[in-house]
Every structure is written in C-alpha cells, then in structure tokens.
C-alpha cells in the first residue's frame, strides 16, 4: 500500500479502496535496533473512541516511547482520515472486514508483525475482534471504557432527539454534537479539562460532521460479544467507575468471559478516563505490557 505526506507533514496509507488514513508512527525514544540486537522495541497501536482522533492521545507519547514504538491511526472519518463522498459510498462498504482490514493495510505496510493493542471506547471493540480474528497480530490487548456494543438506549441518546445518531451528526456537526453529549453526566469530561475546553472542542471540529454519521452508522452494527471467548491473548479492562456508557458490572462479565483477563476499575467522573485519570491508565497499561514482554524473553 502507498503513503503519501501532505503539506502539514501528515502521513498518510491509501488503501485499496481508495480511503486514506492517517497515522502518526513515533519511534522508541530510548532503545535502538542494531545489527547485534535480536530484540527491537514492540510496538503499542493507540485506536481512539468515536468523535475524537489522534492528537488525543499526544500527552501519551513522551511516556510510552520510553520503552515502545507509538503507532497511532485516525479511524475512517475522524481526524485527518478520509471518509467516502456522496458519490464514492456506492464503491465503500463499512463492515467489520473492511475497518479491520484498514488495520491490518497498515500493520503490513510499516512492517509490523504483531503489536500491543491499546483501544479506547468503542476503538476497544475493534481490538477485540482483531484480536480474536487475527490473534497473528496482536501481543496483547488493553481495553479503555470499552462497551461490548451499543445498545438502544445508547443509540437513543446520542440522537439527541433526531431521527437517529447519524442524523444528529450531521445536523449538530461534530463540535456541536460533542457539547449536546457534554451534558449528560459521565461522559465528555469538559468541566474536568476546565482551561482546555475550547482545545478539547477544537480537536473535536478537526473531524467533519458527515465523517463521523458514516462511521456512526456502522457502529450501530458493531457487535464484540460474539468474538470475546476466542480472545487468547493477554488482556487488560481499564473500567471507569462513572462512565454513561460502561457498567463495572459489564465489566466483571467480560473478565470471566475471557481468560486470563485482567480487571481494573479506575475512581473518578466520566468516560474518558483517558485524559481525566491518564496516570493511573499509563501505569496499568505499562506494567502490564511489561509483563507480556517478559514472558516473551
């Protein structure tokens, strides 16, 4: 697969059908590969949740490429990835096959074998069927505020009183649509962010509102429970206390449906535990990479 940089430096993969996606691939800060080495740095995989993009997780970097390549990708329609026009849907189809196969152009197209998946909200998800589809390609697998799926009263509220999630979508645009989701308790933590809230919704704006329907109608469909007992991978659930969207209780019923698995349940407000509690997720999420490594040798 070819990548092209545009004139911001970004980096793209275009991929067969036509879409580019946009990653950001940071080396290991503190490990280097020789000639003599027969170890090289894994590679942690960053995917976000909806509505938001790489440069989230940008306070992340300095910190796990200590010990690790960093390789972040905007999912179809967010960020800086492309997303089908009107007259390109006909020739795109949003199916578990294709986002994953995105993921998997791009695995291949920097040469990566396996990596340490980390997944974010509904991003989680995509790990979970990747890792139980492709179990080839993944170390390891962290989940972040992860449902299974969406159910109705999720889908009911994220309309926001619309026809449905993606007709809110493109009639709030993103930005719009994010400050609606901000009242509900539990969810963006605006009042969390205080002083960077006008950044947070900046961020937000990057991604266009049609971008994030499409991808939204696909999650609608989206559906990680029947993928879950074929997880054999080393796993860690980070489950916010407080989040609208994640129960801890759906929580302890993954961790008893994958084996092995392990559970952390992380105090504070909202879903995106991420940004509001990110020390304590990077210190789980590096101790327990780090013991994947170690038993790898």
Same mark, same amino acid.
């Given at each position: 697969? %070819?990548?092209?940089?545009?004139?911001?430096?970004?980096?793209?993969?275009?991929? @067969?059908?036509?879409?580019?996606?946009?990653?950001?691939?940071? %080396? &290991?800060?503190?490990?280097?590969?020789?000639?003599?080495?027969?170890?090289?740095?894994?590679?942690? $995989?960053?995917?976000? !949740?909806?509505?938001?993009?790489?440069?989230?997780?940008?306070?992340?970097?300095?910190?796990?490429?200590?010990?690790?390549? =960093?390789?972040?990708?905007?999912?179809?329609?967010? !960020?800086?990835?492309?997303?089908? /026009?009107?007259?390109?849907?006909?020739?795109?189809?949003?199916?578990?096959?294709? #986002?994953?196969?995105?993921?998997?152009?791009?695995?291949?197209?920097?040469?990566?074998?396996? *990596?340490?998946?980390?997944? +974010?909200?509904?991003?989680?998800?995509?790990?979970?069927?990747?890792?139980?589809?492709?179990?080839?390609?993944?170390?390891? $697998?962290?989940? &972040?505020?992860?449902?299974?799926?969406?159910?109705? /009263?999720?889908?009911?509220?994220? @309309?926001?009183?619309?026809?449905?999630? @993606?007709?809110?979508?493109?009639?709030?645009?993103?930005?719009?649509? *994010?400050?609606?989701?901000?009242? *509900?308790?539990?969810?963006?933590?605006?009042?969390? *962010?205080?002083?960077?809230?006008?950044?947070?919704?900046?961020?937000v704006g990057v991604s266009d509102g049609e971008g994030l329907a499409q991808y939204a109608e696909f999650l609608e469909t989206?559906?990680?429970?029947?993928?879950?007992?074929? #997880?054999? &991978?080393?796993m860690l659930i980070l489950a916010p206390m407080e989040s609208a969207a994640v129960r801890v209780e759906d929580m302890q =019923?993954?961790?008893?449906m994958v084996r092995g698995s392990r559970l952390v349940c992380i105090e504070g407000s909202g879903h995106e535990i991420y940004?509001?509690?990110?020390? +304590?997720?990077?210190?789980?999420?590096? @101790?327990?990479?780090?013991?994947? +490594?170690?038993?790898?040798?």
């Amino acid at each position: 697969m %070819p990548s092209t940089t545009d004139s911001a430096g970004r980096t793209y993969i275009q991929h @067969a059908n036509g879409q580019l996606t946009h990653y950001i691939h940071t %080396p &290991c800060t503190t490990k280097t590969t020789s000639s003599h080495s027969k170890t090289s740095p894994s590679t942690i $995989l960053i995917q976000h !949740g909806f509505a938001r993009h790489s440069a989230f997780w940008t306070p992340w970097i300095p910190i796990l490429s200590r010990d690790y390549n =960093v390789l972040q990708r905007d999912l179809r329609g967010h !960020g800086h990835s492309t997303y089908p /026009s009107s007259s390109q849907q006909h020739d795109y189809t949003y199916t578990t096959a294709t #986002i994953i196969g995105e993921i998997i152009d791009l695995l291949d197209h920097l040469g990566l074998q396996k *990596v340490h998946f980390l997944g +974010e909200s509904t991003g989680g998800m995509l790990g979970e069927i990747l890792a139980a589809t492709r179990a080839d390609r993944v170390l390891s $697998l962290t989940i &972040c505020s992860t449902p299974t799926h969406l159910p109705r /009263s999720a889908l009911s509220l994220f @309309a926001f009183g619309r026809p449905t999630w @993606a007709a809110a979508l493109r009639e709030l645009g993103s930005r719009g649509w *994010v400050e609606e989701l901000a009242k *509900v308790p539990g969810t963006v933590p605006l009042s969390e *962010v205080g002083a960077g809230q006008k950044t947070y919704l900046d961020e937000v704006g990057v991604s266009d509102g049609e971008g994030l329907a499409q991808y939204a109608e696909f999650l609608e469909t989206l559906d990680a429970r029947p993928f879950l007992t074929e #997880i054999t &991978c080393p796993m860690l659930i980070l489950a916010p206390m407080e989040s609208a969207a994640v129960r801890v209780e759906d929580m302890q =019923v993954l961790k008893e449906m994958v084996r092995g698995s392990r559970l952390v349940c992380i105090e504070g407000s909202g879903h995106e535990i991420y940004i509001t509690r990110a020390r +304590e997720c990077q210190d789980f999420l590096l @101790a327990f990479v780090g013991d994947v +490594e170690r038993v790898r040798g």
